[in-house]
């Protein structure tokens, strides 16, 4: 028998969107046999084939009458080997997500384009500190100080592949620069490739037009965009204008695409979730990429150029490098650079910015091929000649630095502004009184600084012995690395110091918390100790709540550390060469090294094991949901093409009146259903459902993005659809959308949460059954009841 597939679309279907980790289509389907109906194997529709043939029962496929079907998209971020190199851009996944955490009150709103060209700025400096970091580690402790005559690279015992370098040109520095300057070069290709290799293939997808049915394939068409430019130039009489993401539009237009008159955008509402234009960032995307790569590509040219500075020709490269860097900088704070718009509205972006972003893109790999021919040619030494064993620069390393702290000033000030004049319009949580945005991007330079540090000891102790300017050691062995990278190094142990208390701290609280939960679970769960087992379960869940603690306490203990360090160095009452500082650094740096090299073994061992790949996915999971709005080399945002795939399906699976589709989303696909919800037209809503279970909706989304999930993010999705969801005190991760139901705490039934006991509570002479905690949601009984209950409840109109 060849076994039964039910492919049909009418009826009832209960659309199943799995979370984190990239869970199997069969284990969505809680059955052995999925087979894929629409997609491909990277993002996929699934359902149950019987071997024996059309099964029977309540829960069986009917064609017609009933399906239950899957999407899986885990593949987007764990299924493919690129992800190794995703664990180094961390940084830049935290960018955007603090742009998304901004507060963003419609009473501000030119503070706050002022805030986002700051946070726009702030990123192209984390590409300039990680771009760096590559720089001089190949420029300067190699191409410069490494290979230079009498040097490590020059003995013996050095490896061929750096020594011939000193054996031909150890006493012409610029050749040697122009050699190792492609290494930073590499890696800047490398991340360009990849940020265009994936905008291309996970997130350029063509929403859906209106509530017009979609292909019979349920899937969206790719984008006609098949080059890396721009959409075409705005049609005859079209002005120039729209909005940014998460832009309200100005009272008084005329609706554009996907806006209904007296209807919002689409279902949303004039909620920010629900603007199409938040999954349509071709353009943006690619202006940004532009000026993201040139300023990286100009930052190399300037590391060759400027210690030639005092002739001619150098000082002509160090400047017109320098001009890229500047127009870069001037380009990336400018608003219109980042301005997303409705799919259908075409592209309303000002020419000239286009221009300049174009001459941009033809300028820096010219200068930079220029700058590393003249120098391969041979350029006379600066000021010091090869005397000066530290690489010599035109001061932009120590401006840049300058920037990022008063930028981060900056930041703090304007964030903090933001959130106060927030307070009364975004409702619902809000996680470290609205601040989160300037704690996370603190977290991305301290990230990226820790990572550019660890590469500079680590190939410093590679190829010689660290050193510093103060205290260099026998110089034919010493790699010198600046003062200023060791106070930083010193700050690491202190930090480890804090994060160990400040484990100490949660550990009291969670026994305190747990201690206190157990005479309320003592008539629930009355066998032996059972109470305080649960109790203990439970108040390791509600740990997550604490997260912003742990956020906070770092990044000011990081931030006063660096204050510090920054004071004592220009300064300069002692060096941190000896004495408790230099222990604390030493230690630092090797802790540093430390964690780059296990980044590079995990980055290999990923490359290989698929089920190491699915569980580093998790943290693309959660980091990628948005897209990338200030930093386009980060790693692909997989709901660009999530969402439109999903919406598709919907309108193809409840085409007519006698159709209806219970989208269930668990964990993340609980975020992702309800960001699908706010993109459906209002015809379509009236035949969906949403059910969803260990939500992170208002425990975390709403909390750290109240602009998008706060209290009207959520309600224009209750008021969208009928809603059902789930949750476990057990779970460390879901909790209720609105409020919580439980017997602890009281009041009245939720019309949309429902309390699921975890463990559940045993009969008598049972023993306690295992935790699920946020796992196995669709093998609760509670979850059939509400599923049935969406089912036979009919939507008011």
Same mark, same amino acid.
């Given at each position: 028998?060849?076994?039964?597939?039910?492919?049909?679309?009418?009826?009832?279907?209960?659309?199943?969107?799995? $979370?984190?980790?990239?869970?199997?289509?069969?284990?969505?389907?809680? /059955?052995?046999?999925?087979?894929?109906?629409?997609?491909?194997?990277?993002?996929?529709?699934?359902?149950?084939?019987?071997?024996? $043939?059309?099964?029977?029962?309540?829960?069986?496929?009917?064609?017609?009458?009933?399906?239950?079907?899957?999407?899986? %998209?885990?593949?987007?971020?764990? $299924?493919?080997?690129?992800?190794?190199?995703?664990?180094?851009?961390?940084?830049?996944?935290?960018?955007?997500?603090?742009?998304?955490?901004?507060?963003?009150?419609?009473?501000?709103?030119?503070?706050? /384009?002022?805030?986002?060209?700051?946070? &726009?700025?702030?990123?192209?400096?984390?590409?300039? #500190?990680?771009?760096?970091?590559?720089?001089?580690?190949?420029?300067?402790?190699?191409?410069?100080?490494?290979?230079?005559?009498?040097?490590?690279?020059?003995?013996?015992?050095?490896?061929?592949?750096?020594?011939?370098?000193?054996?031909?040109?150890?006493?012409?520095?610029?050749?040697?620069?122009?050699?190792?300057?492609?290494?930073?070069?590499?890696?800047?290709?490398?991340?360009?490739?990849?940020?265009?290799?994936? %905008?291309?293939?996970? @997130?350029?997808?063509?929403?859906?037009?209106?509530?017009? #049915?979609?292909?019979?394939?349920?899937?969206?068409?790719?984008?006609?965009?098949?080059?890396?430019?721009?959409?075409?130039?705005?049609? =005859?009489?079209?002005?120039?204008?729209?909005?940014?993401?998460?832009?309200?539009?100005?009272?008084?237009?005329?609706?554009?695409?996907?806006?209904?008159?007296?209807?919002?955008?689409?279902? $949303?509402?004039?909620?920010?979730?629900?603007?199409?234009?938040?999954?349509?960032?071709?353009?943006?995307?690619?202006?940004?990429?532009?000026? /993201?790569?040139?300023?990286?590509?100009?930052?190399?040219?300037?590391?060759?150029?400027?210690?030639?500075?005092?002739?001619?020709?150098?000082?002509?490269?160090?400047?017109?490098?320098?001009?890229?860097?500047?127009?870069?900088?001037?380009?990336?704070?400018?608003?219109?650079?980042?301005?997303?718009?409705?799919?259908?509205?075409?592209?309303?972006?000002?020419?000239?910015?286009?221009?300049?972003?174009?001459?941009?893109?033809?300028?820096?790999?010219?200068?930079?091929?220029?700058?590393?021919?003249?120098?391969?040619?041979? *350029?006379?030494?600066? @000021?010091?000649? !090869?005397?000066? %064993?530290? *690489?010599?620069?035109?001061?932009?390393?120590?401006?840049?630095?300058?920037?990022?702290?008063?930028?981060?000033?900056?930041?703090?000030?304007?964030?903090? =502004?933001?959130?106060?004049?927030?307070?009364?319009?975004?409702?619902?949580?809000?996680?470290?009184?609205?601040?989160?945005?300037?704690?996370?991007?603190?977290?991305?330079?301290? !990230?990226?600084?820790?990572? =550019?540090?660890?590469?500079?000891?680590?190939?410093?102790?590679?190829?010689?012995?660290?050193?510093?300017?103060?205290?260099?050691?026998?110089? @034919?062995?010493? *790699?010198?690395?600046?003062?200023?990278?060791?106070?930083?190094?010193?700050?690491?142990?202190?930090?480890?110091?804090?994060?160990?208390?400040?484990?100490?701290?949660? %550990?009291?609280?969670?026994?305190?918390?747990?201690?206190?939960?157990?005479?309320?679970?003592?008539?629930?769960?009355?066998?032996?100790?059972?109470? @305080?087992?649960?109790?203990?379960?439970?108040?390791?869940?509600?740990?997550?709540?604490?997260?912003?603690?742990?956020?906070?306490?770092?990044?000011?203990?990081?931030?006063?550390?660096?204050?510090?360090?920054?004071?004592?160095? &220009?300064?300069?009452?002692?060096?941190?060469?000896?004495?408790?500082?230099?222990?604390?650094?030493?230690?630092?740096?090797?802790?540093?090294?430390?964690?780059?090299?296990?980044?590079?073994?995990?980055?290999?061992?990923?490359?290989?094991?698929?089920?190491?790949?699915?569980?580093?996915?998790?943290?693309?999971?959660?980091?990628?949901?948005?897209?990338?709005?200030?930093?386009?080399?980060?790693?692909?945002?997989?709901?660009?093409?999530?969402?439109?795939?999903?919406?598709? &399906?919907?309108?193809?699976?409840?085409?007519?009146?006698?159709?209806?589709?219970?989208?269930?989303?668990?964990?993340?696909?609980?975020?992702?259903?309800?960001?699908?919800?706010?993109?459906?037209?209002?015809?379509?809503?009236?035949?969906?459902?949403?059910?969803?279970?260990?939500?992170?909706?208002?425990?975390?989304?709403?909390?750290?993005?109240?602009?998008?999930?706060?209290?009207?993010?959520?309600?224009?999705?209750?008021?969208?659809?009928?809603?059902?969801?789930?949750?476990?005190?057990?779970?460390?991760?879901?909790?209720?959308?609105?409020?919580?139901?439980?017997?602890?705490?009281?009041?009245?039934?939720?019309?949309?949460?429902?309390?699921?006991?975890?463990?559940?509570?045993?009969?008598?002479?049972?023993?306690?059954?295992?935790?699920?905690?946020?796992?196995?949601?669709?093998?609760?009984?509670?979850?059939?009841?509400?599923?049935?209950?969406?089912?036979?409840?009919?939507?008011?109109?």
């Amino acid at each position: 028998m060849d076994g039964f597939l039910d492919e049909t679309c009418d009826g009832v279907t209960e659309l199943r969107v799995h $979370g984190v980790s990239g869970t199997p289509p069969s284990g969505i389907l809680a /059955h052995p046999h999925p087979r894929l109906v629409a997609g491909d194997g990277t993002t996929g529709f699934y359902r149950r084939w019987w071997e024996g $043939g059309p099964p029977t029962g309540e829960h069986a496929d009917v064609p017609g009458v009933r399906h239950r079907e899957a999407y899986a %998209w885990g593949n987007l971020t764990s $299924g493919g080997r690129a992800i190794a190199l995703w664990l180094l851009l961390l940084p830049f996944s935290l960018a955007n997500l603090a742009y998304f955490m901004l507060p963003r009150p419609a009473g501000a709103r030119r503070l706050r /384009h002022v805030t986002e060209a700051g946070q &726009r700025l702030f990123a192209l400096l984390l590409t300039g #500190t990680l771009v760096g970091a590559v720089t001089r580690v190949g420029v300067d402790l190699i191409g410069w100080q490494c290979t230079a005559s009498g040097r490590a690279c020059a003995a013996d015992t050095a490896p061929v592949w750096v020594r011939w370098l000193a054996v031909l040109w150890g006493d012409e520095p610029s050749r040697r620069l122009a050699v190792t300057s492609l290494l930073p070069l590499t890696i800047v290709v490398l991340l360009w490739w990849l940020a265009r290799r994936t %905008w291309r293939r996970d @997130e350029n997808t063509r929403p859906p037009d209106g509530p017009a #049915t979609p292909p019979a394939a349920g899937v969206p068409a790719p984008r006609t965009q098949t080059d890396d430019t721009p959409p075409p130039a705005p049609a =005859a009489g079209e002005q120039p204008g729209g909005e940014r993401v998460g832009e309200r539009p100005g009272g008084g237009a005329q609706p554009g695409a996907g806006e209904r008159p007296g209807g919002g955008v689409r279902s $949303g509402g004039g909620v920010l979730l629900g603007r199409p234009r938040l999954w349509h960032g071709g353009a943006p995307v690619w202006r940004l990429r532009v000026v /993201h790569v040139a300023f990286a590509v100009a930052s190399i040219g300037v590391a060759v150029a400027a210690p030639f500075s005092g002739t001619a020709v150098g000082l002509v490269l160090t400047v017109a490098n320098a001009a890229i860097l500047l127009a870069a900088a001037v380009l990336v704070t400018l608003p219109c650079i980042a301005r997303r718009v409705d799919p259908q509205a075409g592209r309303r972006t000002p020419v000239l910015l286009d221009a300049s972003c174009r001459a941009l893109r033809a300028a820096a790999p010219v200068v930079f091929v220029a700058t590393a021919g003249a120098a391969l040619a041979g *350029l006379e030494p600066g @000021e010091g000649g !090869t005397l000066a %064993w530290q *690489l010599p620069g035109a001061g932009i390393g120590a401006f840049q630095y300058a920037l990022t702290v008063g930028l981060g000033l900056f930041l703090l000030v304007t964030t903090f =502004a933001l959130a106060r004049a927030a307070e009364d319009e975004e409702g619902g949580p809000r996680a470290m009184a609205g601040m989160a945005a300037w704690f996370v991007l603190m977290v991305a330079v301290g !990230t990226a600084n820790v990572l =550019a540090l660890g590469l500079l000891f680590w190939t410093a102790a590679f190829f010689g012995v660290p050193g510093t300017a103060a205290e260099p050691g026998p110089l @034919e062995r010493a *790699l010198l690395i600046d003062d200023s990278a060791w106070w930083t190094a010193a700050l690491v142990p202190l930090l480890a110091f804090g994060l160990l208390a400040l484990a100490g701290v949660l %550990w009291l609280i969670r026994k305190a918390a747990a201690a206190r939960l157990a005479p309320a679970l003592k008539p629930y769960y009355g066998e032996r100790d059972d109470a @305080e087992t649960v109790a203990s379960a439970w108040a390791l869940a509600a740990l997550t709540d604490r997260a912003g603690l742990v956020l906070g306490v770092l990044t000011a203990l990081g931030a006063a550390g660096s204050a510090v360090v920054t004071v004592l160095h &220009r300064l300069g009452p002692f060096t941190p060469g000896g004495g408790v500082s230099g222990l604390l650094a030493s230690a630092g740096g090797w802790v540093m090294v430390a964690a780059v090299v296990t980044l590079v073994l995990v980055g290999r061992r990923t490359y290989s094991d698929a089920r190491l790949r699915r569980t580093i996915g998790i943290l693309w999971d959660i980091a990628t949901f948005w897209p990338r709005a200030i930093h386009p080399l980060a790693p692909p945002c997989y709901t660009e093409r999530v969402v439109p795939e999903l919406v598709a &399906r919907v309108c193809r699976l409840a085409a007519k009146d006698g159709d209806q589709v219970v989208l269930s989303g668990h964990s993340q696909g609980s975020v992702i259903a309800a960001a699908v919800v706010l993109q459906l037209d209002p015809e379509t809503r009236r035949r969906v459902r949403l059910l969803t279970h260990g939500s992170p909706l208002r425990r975390l989304y709403a909390a750290y993005f109240p602009a998008y999930f706060g209290g009207r993010g959520l309600t224009a999705v209750r008021e969208a659809v009928t809603w059902c969801n789930l949750y476990r005190l057990s779970d460390p991760i879901g909790g209720p959308a609105f409020r919580r139901v439980d017997p602890l705490a009281g009041g009245e039934q939720d019309a949309v949460d429902r309390f699921c006991w975890d463990p559940r509570r045993p009969g008598p002479g049972e023993p306690l059954p295992e935790t699920r905690r946020h796992t196995a949601y669709w093998l609760d009984p509670l979850y059939d009841e509400a599923l049935t209950r969406l089912i036979t409840v009919e939507r008011a109109v």
